[in-house]
């Protein structure tokens, strides 16, 4: 079976309610948590690479070990690129064998984004039909390796007919109050609950009603949609970390997200700090060891418990795989 177009996924998560997880991809264990929580769950997937993470790992290992999990899994699974920052990395990526690549020129002049934004879908849609461009409006605060921008902007919904129109992208990442990292709000932006721990302020629905308004039926896609769960951050300060109010974005108003046309939810902080607390936990208690796959086993278990519980809980994916399978072979006939 090939890489999955995002297409059909699309289609069955707008017309079903839920949201396709797009979990950002750096090495195998991190790919293995992934893919057996999906195959419990039978979910559908969308596994990216950013810029960082082929500098990291190198494409072609990335490719060809998410290619292995199509394999393994049987399941519906999307090779995407995260933030493409060029139309050559984007290209790049398209003749490697993607089949999605997101082009963020959400930082640009809007009509250099516009100009950039058709230029990557003209060359994607001309390579293959099936392969979907995400473009973005609006940005999003947060640092990350490769994606860093100090204020945010909420995208303006007088925008999106005139944006999609004119790039005939296949979706599009809004910015309504997400941001990347796992320090999503300064403590003075939010309220504190009677734990002592940091509640962010509410996304901004009425934005993502707004767009929806303007394009039904059009998938709308969330960056920096970590919740940074407090038992992993526990666990890491707890063992010699120090993540002191870090903060991410409440399950609920993602599930409400999902539910409405929000098709594609971009998760990547969670899966680094599961990662992250079970290596600390286990040299804490394991001292001694030094082996790697003893320590990167704990890491991948809770990968895929944070992943397990995104699909069934805050995505609505679980069960999805076979009904995206289907449409996809009818599809292609
Ligand atoms: O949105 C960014 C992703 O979390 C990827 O981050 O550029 O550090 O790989 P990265
Ligand atoms: P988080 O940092 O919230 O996981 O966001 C990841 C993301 O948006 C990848 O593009
Ligand atoms: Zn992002």
Redesign the pocket.
Known sequence: MPLMSTKVMFEKAMEGGYAIGAF?V?NMEIIQGIVEAAMEERAPLILQV????RKYANATYLRKMVEAAVEVSGLPIALHL??GDSFELCKDCIDGGFSSVMIDGSALPYEENVALTKKVVEYAHAHNPYITVEGELGTLAGV????SHEVSSYTRPEDVIDFVTRTGVDSLAIAIGTS??AYKFKPEQCTRNEKGILVPPPLRFDILEAVSAKLPGFPIVL??SSSVPQEFVQIINANGGKMPDAVGIPEDQLRKAAAMSVCKI?I??DLRLGCTAGIRKHFAEHPDHFDPRQYLSDARDNIKSVVKHKLVDVLGCAGKADEILEAYAKASK
Do not use: F, I, L, M
């Not at 950013?50 to 993470?53: D, E, L, N, T």
């Not at 990350?144 to 994606?147: A, G, Q, S, T």
């Open positions: 950002n750096n950013s810029k960082g993470a995260d933030h990350e390796d490769e994606v990347h990292g960056h920096g971009n990547d902080s």
